[in-house]
Antibody
Framework: QVQLVQSGAEVKKPGASVKVSCKAS????????FHWVRQAPGQRLEWMGW????????KYAQQFQGRVIFTRDTSANTAYMELSSLRSEDTAVYFC???????????WGQGTLVSVSS | QTVVTQEPSLTVSPGGTVTLTCASS?????????PNWFQQKPGQAPRALIY???NKHSWTPARFSGSLLGGKAALTLSGVQPEDEAEYYC?????????FGGGTKLTVL
């Protein structure tokens, strides 16, 4: 069963960038991909986008277009999410989620808290 | 952008049955939306329960079931346990992007 381990909490100043990693173990790092989801304090889950692990193709939610980049390193079984031009509203817990088959989202990372404050 | 709507809150008695629903602003939810359901308890990451409307993961308790009902995706809990008290989110694939519902806070009382 796949397990996802994310990088640790980050504190950033407005305007900075943050890069969160998500390392997978327990399955072959091929097939479909990873979603990224965030949750601001006390708020709903928000889908940020998706990366295909096989070809690196990405799909970003409209509200993050131009500010987020997903990448993956297949040799390290790791997916990355980089968010730039951070503002206080980006303070949230960021999750990676594995999609193994069409329509099937399964394992979640433990979450990474990103705090943005001056 | 598509808006996905869930009941904000529901209350159920232990041992009872409750159905949570998930609607799309664009029309009826079909299998093409690949509805997924997740459970989230306070301070924890969400846990996947159902995918593609009605398929369970290996860890999903038998009392949870998913379906398409009256143009919506539905999650039914039968024989509710106290530990089922949580927030439940649906996720729909809306012709490109995926969209979460606002979540249903389920209280077991």
């Amino acid at each position: 069963q796949v397990q996802l381990v994310q990088s640790g909490a980050e504190v950033k100043k407005p305007g900075a960038s943050v890069k969160v990693s998500c390392k997978a173990s327990g399955d072959a790092f091929t097939g479909y991909g990873f979603h990224w989801v965030r949750q601001a304090p006390g708020q709903r889950l928000e889908w940020m986008g998706w990366i295909n692990v096989d070809n690196g193709n990405t799909k970003y939610a409209q509200q993050f277009q131009g500010r987020v980049i997903f990448t993956r390193d297949t040799s390290a079984n790791t997916a990355y999410m980089e968010l730039s031009s951070l503002r206080s509203e980006d303070t949230a817990v960021y999750f990676c989620v594995r999609q193994l088959r069409l329509g099937e989202l399964s394992a979640w990372g433990q979450g990474t808290l990103v705090s943005v404050s001056s | 952008q598509t808006v996905v709507t869930q009941e904000p809150s529901l209350t159920v008695s232990p041992g009872g049955t409750v159905t949570l629903t998930c609607a799309s602003s664009t029309g009826a939810v079909t299998s093409d939306y690949y509805p997924n359901w997740f459970q989230q308890k306070p301070g924890q990451a969400p846990r996947a329960l159902i995918y593609s409307a009605s398929n369970k993961h290996s860890w999903t308790p038998a009392r949870f079931s998913g379906s398409l009902l009256g143009g919506k995706a539905a999650l039914t809990l039968s024989g509710v346990q106290p530990e089922d008290e949580a927030e439940y989110y649906c996720l729909l694939h809306c012709d490109g992007p995926w969209v979460f519902g606002g979540g249903t806070k389920l209280t077991v009382l």
